[in-house]
């Protein structure tokens, strides 16, 4: 019996051996594949793993609109949350940055005023902005187009002000839109084939828009179906909420003016500009404003101007104004247009069109006593609230333009501007993998969220949009993406996601976005808040985005799983339902998931105010 089980322990101690030897041999080659730089930062992640955080903290999360009631809470009594609460009903439309009793501080010349003014640290809301009550899911495209939920937006001025000119028409308990403009009261389909009749708009080589002063942004929603994408502004001033009207209705607008500040786009960015009667002064203060236009459009781009002081021979006593004041307006219109080297291609009733040459350097170059002052900055798209001046901006690069593809085909296709080498520290080769990286990616999020590509999500954002991967793959007649760069973003690539025929903005997370609340219905950050965590506190900029995003919108997350953990805790108190998970090629990857919604509550619903 002595040898049977000295026998047994030298089984039992080889078998140890063997096992151990095993495990050793496993965790060597675990730890050279992570000094490989495969699994460079695991160690985060396997740490959260062993400390017991769950990565799939709502297995069931919902993203279906229920347009009313409670969604399920999470639990989290084990964390101290801070709980943020609602902000009185007064704030119900607070547009932070634009908000009209600070407004009307500033000087009112220029439109200084009406620009961008946000409010020092001390007096931002620290709250949650309500919805109003009755508060619904907008209608899916195409319906929001023509049909607005009077509870959304209720504000009936418009109805009254423009009632002639076929604006908007309150009926029952929505608000209609037929399609009229204060130029174009018989729609603005008959008006678009006007322009289309000299503009070649249908072939695909005009793919981006500017409409400056768009009211309800009628123009940009009936060019949608023609596959033109516009960007819309227009003041918060007396025309209430006109900007709101046009993000209920799923078109792309946010709140702004041609004041004295650069527009938040890049150089070369448009293929068409327009002004409809926006009351725009043109030829004031040396055509500021008109070259204003020019940095931003695009050679061989369109400017279409309708109303005053076009045919002002026939239409001076209408609109109620001299003779001789409406014939020098346009004087010096046709003056700076000549200067800039735009060419008149039409006339005809109250809409002239010019077209910007090609050649603007050469032509410029050619003109015998040419005044053309050229800026002297080097680079056009540094313009983040920097003053507008009086020159022209030179062509940047030399035929750039002319390889632009025709929409569709210029979505994957290379950008002159990393063709011509024009984007620091992005080759054709970076790009090419940036595209299929974010195919990868929005397949990802198309399985955690199925309701991407039914129509549900119209309105959406891109807080940090790079090379505009992200909405170059989500393409779709359903939806538009605003893809903003951030001011502090270490390259600029906002031109070149023009040149894809997408839109975007510039903008600084700091502050407040130029929009007004509920605006959006999914959020995408990629890298967010890696980028800002040295730069401005993660709680402003998370109540910045309950502020913009609807009831029941969605957000993607995608950082690194130290970052997220930061975010998940301040969202825990923010009625958002949330769920970290795992990066699509797995748990050892540092980077991480998270995937929220926000809970449908409105005015009076449960808790307290706060008392700002």
Known sequence: ????????????????????????????????????????????ALAVTKSGENCNILPNINFETRHGGQAGSFDDSAREVKKFKPCRPRYTDHTPCQDQKRAMHFPRENMIYRERH???????????????????????????????????????????????????????NVFRFPGGGTQFPQGADKYIDEIASVIPIQNGTVRTALDTGCGVASWGAYLWKRNVIAMSFAPRDSHEAQVQFALERGVPAVIGVLGTVKMPYPSRAFDMAHCSRCLIPWGASDGILMMEVDRVLRPGGYWVLSGPPINWKTNYKAWQRPMEDLQEEQRKI????????????????????????????SCRSTQEDSEATLCKSTDPDDVWYNKMEACITPRKGNGDDEGLKPFPERLFAVPPRIANGLVSGVSVEAYLEDNKKWKKHVSAYKKINKLIDTGRYRNIMDMNSGLGGFAAALQSPKLWVMNVM???????TLGVIYERGLIGIYHDWCEAFSTYPRTYDLIHGHGLFSLYKDKCDFEDILLEMDRILRPEG???????????????KLIGGMRWDFKLMDHEDGPLVPKKILVAVKQYWTVGDNNSTSTR
């Open 334 to 361: 046709e003056e700076i247009a000549k200067l800039l080297c735009w060419e008149k291609k039409s006339e005809k009733g109250e809409t002239a069109i010019w077209q910007k040459r090609m050649d603007a350097d």
């Open 1 to 44: 019996m002595a040898n049977k089980s000295l026998g047994d322990n030298r089984t039992r101690t080889s078998v140890s051996i063997f096992i151990v030897a095993g495990l050793c041999c496993f965790f060597y080659l675990l730890g050279s594949w992570q000094r490989s730089g495969v699994g460079k930062g695991d160690s985060i």
């Open 554 to 568: 969605a957000v993607i997350l995608r950082d690194d799983v130290d970052v997220l953990i930061k975010v998940k």
């Open 118 to 172: 946000c409010p020092p640290p001390e007096k931002k809301l620290h709250c949650l902005i309500p919805a109003p009550k009755g508060y619904v899911t907008p209608f899916p495209w195409p319906k929001s187009r023509d049909y607005v939920p009077y509870a959304n937006a209720p504000y009936k001025s418009l109805t009254v002000e423009k009632a002639i000119q076929n604006w908007i028409q309150y009926e029952g």
């Open 486 to 492: 951030p001011a502090i973003a270490e390259k600029n």
